[in-house]
């Protein structure tokens, strides 16, 4: 049994640095590019920073107007190539329940959140879930299955949205 999820540094349903929470990840990211010997390009980083500045998943689309209205370029591709390789690098993820992306908070490039997503105000926060993962791993086990990745999407209602009017958290 799962007794508590732990939410990452710069949770969005908790108070928190934004500021500083943005300024870790660029730095973060900036740090892994220099030592994996890749390229944060001008669109890239950009690209990251656009998905900094909330906690809400954006689409593609999303992210390519604001490029477009930024003089990086108006063709799809350049959003999903900068997308797909801050996939790749570990400096976002792919929400599919939103057919999105978000910015990763966490200083592991490789873990595994279980993403909790807010059906009313459409943020979302990275969990660490050592115990859903254990579970998990026991469950593939157990039936011959070895599990070679799993993303774990909850919907529902952050404490803001919960206690607001049903009219406000429907739009």
């Known amino acids: 049994m799962i007794e ?13 640095d934004h500021a ?14 220099r030592s994996e010997g890749v390229r944060l390009t001008p669109v890239r980083r950009r690209v990251l920073e656009i998905l900094l500045e909330s906690h809400r998943a954006l689409g593609a689309y999303d992210v390519l107007e604001r490029l477009a209205a930024e003089g990086f370029g108006k063709q799809p591709p350049v959003a999903y190539r900068a997308l797909d390789f801050l996939v790749e690098q570990g400096l976002a993820h792919r929400v599919r329940r939103l057919n999105a992306y978000a910015a990763c908070l966490s200083p592991d490039r490789d873990h595994a959140p279980a993403f909790l997503i807010c059906r009313g ?19 593939g086990a157990g039936n011959g299955f070895s599990i070679e990745r799993s993303t774990v999407e909850v919907l529902g209602l952050c404490a803001r949205c919960a ?8 739009g």
Do not use: M, N, W, Y
């Open 20 to 33: 500083h929470c943005a300024e870790t990840v660029l730095r973060r990211a900036e740090d892994q590019a």
């Open 121 to 139: 105000c459409e943020q979302v926060a990275e969990a660490e879930t050592p115990e859903l993962r254990a579970a998990l791993a026991a469950l």
């Open 163 to 170: 206690g607001a009017t049903p009219d406000k958290v429907t």
């Open 4 to 16: 508590k999820i732990s939410a990452l540094p710069g949770d969005p349903f908790h108070a928190h």
